[in-house]
């Protein structure tokens, strides 16, 4: 076994555990087993739990935001765009189950360290920038970008947490249904 396949195990191990008991509730030994590794070798490739965390936040942060750059980046109409980067949100939700809810349970996570803070923060200065275009082209609602970031961020959360209850099947009809929902209530 490779050392980036061990490395990848503990990442998977933490991000699950993360999610199931959260971060100050899961010790090291708890993602040692999972990964089916000792405890002695998670420390071999950080330093310790927080560093361990910061890692995983810095992954999957950049996973959402290379997938959200390549929709945000792309011509088009605003309504096309926004639809694009919503299917973009759901997808990625689908090819990695439980990182969004890691990333949403960790954001205020008092040991993000300054790198995980400015990573946060330039995705956030992405979608600003998004919304404010779209607002100088009158496309969308005139209300502060950060309002309208947590409309349509809100309500994909809402979708996910009906997932994860069992309430909402995450189809195609569902996510076009709630893709055009989402921009009708935004939209200028």
């Not at 689908?94 to 949403?104: K, V």
């Not at 409309?151 to 055009?180: K, N």
Request: proline fraction near 3%; avoid cysteine.
């Amino acid at each position: 076994m490779s050392t980036g396949d061990k490395e990848a195990r503990i990442l998977e191990a933490a991000l699950g555990l993360f999610v199931e008991r959260g971060f100050h509730g899961t010790a090291v030994p708890l993602i040692a087993d999972r990964a089916g590794v000792g405890a002695g070798t998670i420390y071999r490739y950080f330093e310790d739990k927080h560093a361990l965390g910061n890692a995983l936040f810095r992954h999957w942060k950049g996973r959402l935001g290379e997938a959200l750059q390549v929709e945000i980046a792309e011509a088009g109409p605003w309504r096309s765009r926004f639809g694009r980067l919503w299917r973009a949100l759901v997808r990625f939700h689908r090819e990695h189950p439980g990182a969004i809810e890691f990333l949403e349970l960790q954001l205020h996570a008092d040991y993000l360290d300054a790198e995980s803070q400015a990573l946060e923060l330039q995705m956030a200065a992405l979608l600003f920038v998004f919304i404010g275009e779209a607002q100088a082209d009158e496309a969308v609602v005139d209300l502060p970008p950060a309002v309208v970031i947590a409309m349509v961020y809100g309500a994909y959360l809402g979708l996910l947490r009906g997932v994860a209850a069992g309430w909402v099947t995450l189809d195609d009809a569902t996510v076009a249904a709630t893709e055009e929902r989402a921009w009708a209530m935004i939209r200028r």
